[in-house]
């Protein structure tokens, strides 16, 4: 059933009062079906408050005996359900605000407790902080959860340096460079915790492969500049 209103001089609109109209559902490939159900293979399961998946046998998320690992499906159950108001699947572009939030700012009390010379104190700051980093449910972009973690991570790598603690700032350097390679700090992270431990000529390598994607780097070029002044002497 429809009729029209008049809403401004000159304009009319037509209105439909009939029951909504479904989206149309999506017509399923046959031969694609015909693969899924030639590959498909029932197990027994257990449901654990109707959100974890478990074995049948021995109530595991993880089972080397039944053969079944449910560890990423079970996350990804929990995210659901404690999110109940995520539409599925999730939207493009969608980013948890709230924890974007927490991240910067254990990272700035990190900052906070750095300047003053609290490195164990800034250090904890930091590890809180990239716990929360990784924290970022799969559906979103994973690039936003390597830059934050990456940067905190970074900072982590100079409170270790400062606090003599030289092994941890250059694995926490190793790690920076895993999450974004071509990021320069990285790389300046690893040369100055090899620099401390004494190990130029792996410093300075450390910066070569960091100028490889960043030429014009201006401080990669000035600590290869003074490593290879120091090494001339």
């Known amino acids: ?57 021995h109530s595991l998320e993880k089972c080397t005996e039944c053969g079944v690992d449910y560890v990423n499906l079970n996350r ?6 404690q999110n109940p108001t995520v539409p599925f699947p999730p939207p493009p572009q969608m980013v948890t605000k709230n924890l974007s939030t927490m991240v910067t700012s254990t990272k700035d009390e990190g900052n906070a407790f750095f300047k003053t ?14 716990s929360y980093a990784v924290q970022r449910p799969p559906w979103e972009q994973n690039g936003l959860m390597r830059e934050e973690l990456s940067i905190v991570i970074s900072n982590r790598s100079v409170a270790f ?3 003599k603690d030289y092994i941890s700032a250059l694995a926490d350097a190793e790690l920076v460079i895993q999450l974004r390679r ?4 990285g790389h300046l992270r690893k040369a ?42």
């Not at 498909?40 to 399961?45: D, E, G, I, N």
């Not at 010379?117 to 990239?130: F, L, M, N, P």
């Not at 071509?182 to 700090?185: E, F, L, P, R, T």
Request: aromatic share 4%.
């Open 1 to 57: 059933m429809s009729h029209s209103h008049t809403h401004a001089p000159g304009e009319t609109h037509s209105h439909s009062h009939g029951p909504p109209q479904q989206p149309p559902q999506p017509t399923v490939d046959p031969k694609l079906q015909a693969l899924i159900d030639a590959d498909f293979q029932p197990v027994a399961l257990n449901l654990q408050d109707s959100v974890l998946a478990l074995c049948g046998s």
């Open 76 to 81: 990804m159950s929990r995210l659901l359900a």
């Open 117 to 130: 010379g609290k490195y164990v104190d800034a250090i904890r700051k930091y590890t809180t902080a990239s």
């Open 161 to 163: 340096l400062e606090a």
């Open 182 to 185: 071509s990021w320069g700090k």
């Open 192 to 233: 100055k915790a090899l620099q401390a431990m004494g190990q130029l000529k792996d410093a300075a390598e450390a910066l070569k492969l960091g100028l490889a994607f960043d030429p014009s780097n201006a401080e990669l070029l000035s600590f290869l500049a003074e490593l290879t002044t120091a090494q001339e002497s």
